[in-house]
């Protein structure tokens, strides 16, 4: 069964940074998907970020020129920098990836996630 394990989460200021790290392990087939979502308390669970196989980048609008999402396929690990932080990115950021195949993958045959993260709490204040 694949883990996925976050890291990278903390507190910053407003217009700071931070980089998130997901290693997914025991991965079975060459191809899976894997993005980044979020949760803040009260609000439903969003997709903040996806790479596909080949490296075409999609993003939620609130986000973009701001995350910078990445993928070392060599190492299965995902990656998140987050610059110019707001208090609204203030969430719970989740890693997830679904079973994998054996053909690369767009975001648009992507969705199925069923391993995740225990996730990474982001905190921005003012």
């Known amino acids: 069964q694949v883990q996925v394990v976050e890291s990278g989460g903390g507190s910053v200021q407003a217009g700071g940074s931070l980089r998130l790290s997901c290693e997914a392990s025991?991965?079975?087939?060459?191809?899976?998907?894997m993005a980044w979502f979020r949760q803040a308390p009260g609000k439903e669970r969003e997709e903040v970020a996806f790479?596909?196989?080949?490296?075409?980048?999609t993003y939620t609008e609130s986000v973009q020129g701001r995350f910078t999402i990445s993928r070392d396929s060599a190492k299965s690990t995902l990656y998140l920098q987050m610059n110019s932080l707001k208090p609204d990115d203030t969430a719970m950021y989740y890693c997830?990836?679904?079973?994998?195949?054996?053909?690369?993958?767009?975001?648009?045959?992507?969705?199925?996630?069923?391993?995740w993260g225990q996730g990474t709490q982001v905190t921005v204040s003012n």
């Open positions: 790479i596909d196989s080949g490296g075409a980048t």
């Open positions: 025991r991965v079975t087939y060459r191809y899976f998907c």
């Open positions: 997830a990836a679904d079973e994998g195949a054996t053909k690369r993958f767009i975001h648009a045959t992507c969705g199925s996630y069923i391993y």
